[in-house]
């Protein structure tokens, strides 16, 4: 369980319930401290790397300008159509109070009734496609068509084949139909089934659970680890079993819903700081020691920093050496939810620790999912024995949810032993050399090309900037058109300014699929107007030969 320490601030000087001063100086010089060593990292040792900054280049102003333009067009027109809706000119398919009902309290908000009908309605075409195959490097699409402008579809019975996906958190390649690769799944299935039909707690156990967590803890350098059925419910679910009221959460203002749901779940007390901003987060943690709790002033029973190791909207990689430091400077804990990093980062694919040189074993409480770059689904908790221990008995997650399918089990444990070779082979880290090679390869020719793309340069994630709500549409439906799946997001999943194709790179994409998006990408993006980047860089073809590209040392 994590123990619970007391602070107190006397003349702006930390100390613990010792009452010994804090005396090691924290000061942080190019992402690292002070009198960082090189740290053992679950397979070894590993230099710290060079960071790289994440890149978040602004739009020019008038891309600003008509993008709220272009929202207040549209917002008008929706308007003018519910004034005609109210008139009986146009039909209504949107659900709605009934008139015996007007004064009771609304079952559907208004604004968002307003919104999802008049903007979403528009390009409601770009979500939720029919996928009728193997969501690998390709796929196909049942194709659909709308007779009433998005309200409902139909389905042609026609099919839209080997469509490149670009939108999937396959990272590593996992998720496949290979034969040779899945013989140990197959086998899994025929011993224990596909169902469970209970809890770990009750007739749920299996060895072949125990054998998972046992993995996992190993592949993360830690001592223990737990596995859940639901990456969501991973984090929504434990932090309320981690703190409660008395206790402060200090939350990265871009965390996941499931991060922030798990933490309004607790009952603690929220303050959230600014991405990836040190300065913000020191002065809350400054704040929070010295004031302590609102009206009592008593200090706070736990203060929990969450943060993510990729963020999946923005592509950036969290700052931790620098939220370590500060972790430590005032006897803090550490939740770090690696949910995309895992697998998908460092050297040997063990995460955003590995990358940083950082020893795993200083983060109090390592999250993960399975659901990204080992193919499968659900995801751990991992750390301290005791923290683990604490879980099995106190977590809702733990306590109440059926246990992981057998054969999806088998699945996470094949794909982590690739990785780390145990099963004899080094396909393993050619993924993972293979997903950072294609990354940095999309990444600096998008840039050469004039987008505006976020986050770092080893991240996988690459969110490419449209702006304007018009072109969120046409951006998607003209890379269909050219047999390339998509994500498209736009208000309120991101900022109204900032809508955006977010792709997702992966260990199956070969060359010529990467190639044959960018040249889309490129005769597109001078179509519609969104190569928007100030700092174009001239294409040197000669680094990028399929030969001669590599990481860099």
């Known amino acids: 369980m994590i123990r619970t320490e007391e602070l107190h601030s006397c003349n702006g000087t930390l100390k613990s319930h010792s009452g010994q001063k804090q005396t090691e ?5 190019n992402g690292y401290h002070k009198n960082e060593k090189v740290q053992k990292n679950g397979n070894g040792f590993h230099q710290p790397r060079v960071r790289g900054e994440d890149s978040f280049e602004e739009a020019p102003m008038y891309v600003a300008v008509l993008t709220y333009m272009g929202y207040g067009i549209v917002i008008l027109f929706g308007y003018f159509r519910d004034f005609l809706r109210a008139v009986g000119l146009e039909k209504c398919h949107q659900a709605q109070e009934r008139e015996e009902q007007k004064d009771f309290v609304p079952l559907y908000q208004d604004f968002e009734n307003f919104y999802k009908r008049n903007l979403y ?13 193997l969501p690998g490097p390709v796929f196909d699409l049942m194709e659909r068509v709308s007779d009433d402008y998005n ?18 958190y396959n990272y590593l390649g996992f998720a496949e139909n290979n034969v040779d690769f899945l013989k140990t799944v197959a086998e899994k299935t025929r011993q224990y089934g596909v169902g469970v039909c209970s809890t770990r707690q009750e007739l749920g156990n299996f060895s072949i659970h125990e054998e998972l967590e046992q993995l996992v803890a190993d592949f993360l350098g830690v001592e223990s680890a737990m596995a859940f059925g639901m990456g969501f419910a991973t984090n929504s679910m434990n932090i309320p079993a981690l703190v409660g009221k008395g206790c402060l959460i200090l939350s990265d203002e871009l965390n996941h819903t499931s991060l922030i749901l798990g933490a309004r779940l607790s009952g603690a007390t929220i303050r959230v700081f600014k991405h990836n901003n040190m300065q913000s987060l020191e002065k809350l943690l400054k704040e929070a020691i010295c004031s302590g709790q609102p009206r009592t ?12 190791g990729i963020y999946s909207m923005e592509g950036s990689l969290v700052r ?3 939220v370590i430091a500060l972790k430590k400077k005032y006897k803090a804990y550490l939740y770090l939810d690696e949910a995309h990093s895992i697998g998908a980062v460092g050297p040997t694919g063990r995460g955003v620790t590995e990358h940083f040189g950082v020893d795993p074993k200083e983060i109090d409480v390592l999250m993960g999912t399975f659901t990204k770059s080992f193919g499968a689904t659900g995801g751990y908790i991992a750390g301290k024995k005791e ?6 008995c106190h977590s809702h997650s733990a306590v109440y949810a059926t ?8 699945q996470i444990i094949r794909a982590i032993k690739c990785i780390m070779g145990v099963d004899g082979t080094t396909e393993g880290q050619r993924r993972v050399r293979q997903l950072a090679e294609n990354t940095r390869y999309f990444r600096s020719r998008l840039k050469e090309m004039g987008f505006i793309i976020y986050g770092n340069r080893d991240s996988p994630v690459i969110p490419l900037l449209l702006y304007q709500p018009g072109k969120v549409g046409a951006f998607s439906r003209a890379m269909l058109k050219r047999k ?3 994500v498209v997001v736009g208000f309120p999943a991101t900022t109204i300014t900032e809508a955006r194709a977010r792709f997702c790179v992966s260990a199956a994409h070969t060359r010529d699929m990467l190639n044959k998006v960018l040249q889309s990408l490129d005769e597109l993006g001078d179509y519609i107007r969104v190569k928007f980047s100030r700092h174009r860089r001239p294409y040197r073809p000669e680094l990028y030969a399929e030969t001669n590209f590599r990481l860099d040392s």
């Open 320 to 322: 931790l050496p620098e």
């Open 297 to 308: 002033h008593r200090s706070w029973k736990k203060i929990l920093i969450m943060v993510e």
């Open 25 to 29: 100086n924290y000061t942080l010089k």
């Open 151 to 168: 309200w409902t579809f139909r389905l042609t019975g026609r099919t839209i084949e080997n469509v490149i996906n670009m939108g999937s």
């Open 403 to 410: 246990a992981m399918s057998p054969p999806v089990v088998e």
């Open 484 to 486: 390339i799946g998509v």
């Open 387 to 392: 923290l683990v221990d604490y879980l099995r």
């Open 121 to 133: 309605m528009r390009v409601r075409d770009n979500w939720n496609r029919p996928i009728c195959s």
